[in-house]
T-cell receptor
Framework: NAGVMQNPRHLVRRRGQEARLRCSPMKGHSHVYWYRQLPEEGLKFMVYLQKENIIDESGMPKERFSAEFPKEGPSILRIQQVVRGDSAAYFC?????????????FGPGTRLTVL | GENVEQHPSTLSVQEGDSAVIKCTYSDSASNYFPWYKQELGKRPQLIIDIRSNVGEKKDQRIAVTLNKTAKHFSLHITETQPEDSAVYFCAASKAGFQKLVFGTGTRLLVSP
């Protein structure tokens, strides 16, 4: 059973460009969470999605950031018009959605660098 | 909202010693408390978790204790080894499929 997959692993963008980050949850997992980790800091929640629905976006900036988890395909975190402060590691985690509850398993992350 | 505090921020021990990392949480509705280990440049890995219906859980050299009254939970690592060196994060979440609120991390260094 493959773990949580994220791509790309590293992404370099210039200020003003768009960044698109992808996350494929573990097989059988229907819940996806996105977290951001600034250098030398902890993980901060951004958004929680189930298939085709955003459940909680309380940690996601209202402007420039959006997320989706379509019926088919990976979850996408999209950052428009990136700024230097967006440079961070973006991790997604997935959860089974049943059984034991809220165990979350993390992907390898996408390290975004904004020049 | 929930707030999780974690101490110490750095911890240096000799190989074979025990290490203890402590966290406190603010929201009494939280009932799930996982611990993650993150090596440099790698993903956070779930190492142990505890739910509010138990006070202690053990897995080989790792144990977690929970005091619901005081809203404290702690990670205990016995017989530390150099490969235990990493950053450890505690987290808390409420019932159901809720976000994790993380502590600020503890950098553990185990010297041979």
């Amino acid at each position: 059973n493959a773990g949580v997959m994220q791509n790309p692993r590293h992404l370099v963008r210039r200020r003003g460009q768009e960044a698109r980050l992808r996350c494929s949850p573990m097989k059988g997992h229907s819940h996806v969470y996105w977290y951001r980790q600034l250098p030398e800091e902890g993980l901060k929640f951004m958004v929680y999605l189930q298939k085709e629905n955003i459940i909680d976006e309380s940690g996601m900036p209202k402007e420039r950031f959006s997320a989706e988890f379509p019926k088919e395909g990976p979850s996408i975190l999209r950052i428009q018009q990136v700024v230097r402060g967006d440079s961070a590691a973006y991790f997604c985690a997935s959860s089974p959605g049943q059984g034991a509850g809220n165990e979350q398993f993390f992907g390898p992350g996408t390290r975004l660098t904004v020049l | 909202g929930e707030n999780v505090e974690q101490h110490p921020s750095t911890l240096s021990v000799q190989e074979g010693d025990s290490a203890v990392i402590k966290c406190t949480y603010s929201d009494s509705a939280s009932n799930y408390f996982p611990w993650y280990k993150q090596e440099l440049g790698k993903r956070p890995q779930l190492i142990i978790d505890i739910r509010s219906n138990v006070g202690e859980k053990k897995d080989q050299r790792i144990a977690v204790t929970l005091n619901k009254t005081a809203k404290h939970f702690s990670l205990h690592i016995t017989e530390t080894q150099p490969e235990d060196s990493a950053v450890y994060f505690c987290a808390a979440s409420k019932a159901g499929f809720q976000k994790l609120v993380f502590g600020t991390g503890t950098r553990l260094l185990v010297s041979p």
